[in-house]
């Protein structure tokens, strides 16, 4: 079954149950000023609200813009009224559409499966790309400084999650929760199997060893 993933900035998201349809699952996601905090495949449709706690909407929209995880998604800004001046900024910000608030988990999925008809859909970046890393996401493949890093698919996406959030101490709770394998059962030792095997691969298509262990609380993948 194929994932169409809904990210939105309205804290209910965290209450929205999937919805299945037509052999696809739509899943909700939280989506705050640093973009998802969880590994995002397939396709992805964003809606943001005009006001947020953090930040403005119009300022969302441009992350999501300059995001390579989120740069290819559909946006919608949800509007406070519909006012002819907010519809043109938020398109200027890199909005595909908009809809006038509030909005819940209903109309979210009929406005998604409403343009989504006749659409590939909107997926996230195909290549990712940091300093010396590369990371090619169709392939599941990826290299250091040109030399290929030999991996397994779950180390594979461990080093996706990690080169999307690099610089950032992660939690062992903060990787599985990242990853999102719901369909298999992930604990720390299985984490600590993946880092130490992913260490090796990076050394050995010589990568040195970006990732750093924080004693008692987690992993930094460094990179400038």
Not at 13 to 22: I, L
Not at 142 to 149: D, R, T
Request: aromatic residues 6%.
């Amino acid at each position: 079954m194929s994932v169409v993933n809904i990210l939105m900035t309205n804290r209910a998201v965290e209450g929205f149950e999937p919805f299945t349809h037509d052999g696809c699952e739509f899943v909700f996601v939280a989506l705050g000023p640093d973009g998802p905090r969880r590994l995002i495949e397939g396709p992805i449709w964003a809606f943001v609200d005009w006001v947020m706690d953090d930040l403005a909407g119009l300022e969302m929209c441009r992350r999501l813009r300059a995001d390579p995880r989120t740069s290819e998604a559909h946006v919608t800004l949800i509007l406070d009224e519909d006012d002819a001046e907010d519809r043109r900024r938020a398109l200027k910000a890199g909005a595909d559409d908009y809809m006038v608030g509030p909005v819940g988990r209903t109309e979210v999925l009929d406005r998604v499966l409403a343009l989504q008809s006749g659409q590939s859909g909107h997926s996230v970046g195909s290549r990712f790309v940091q300093g010396d890393l590369v990371i090619d996401m169709p392939a599941l493949r990826a290299c250091w400084a040109g030399a290929p890093i030999d991996l397994r698919p779950n180390e594979f996406r461990l080093l996706r999650f990690l080169a999307e959030n690099p610089n950032r101490v992660l939690s062992r709770e903060d990787l599985i929760a990242g990853l999102g394998k719901s369909e298999v059962s992930i604990d720390e030792r299985t984490v600590d199997v993946w880092i130490g095997r992913l260490r090796r691969a990076i050394r050995d298509a010589g990568g040195g060893n970006p990732l750093r262990t924080i004693r008692s609380m987690g992993y930094v993948f460094d990179l400038p």
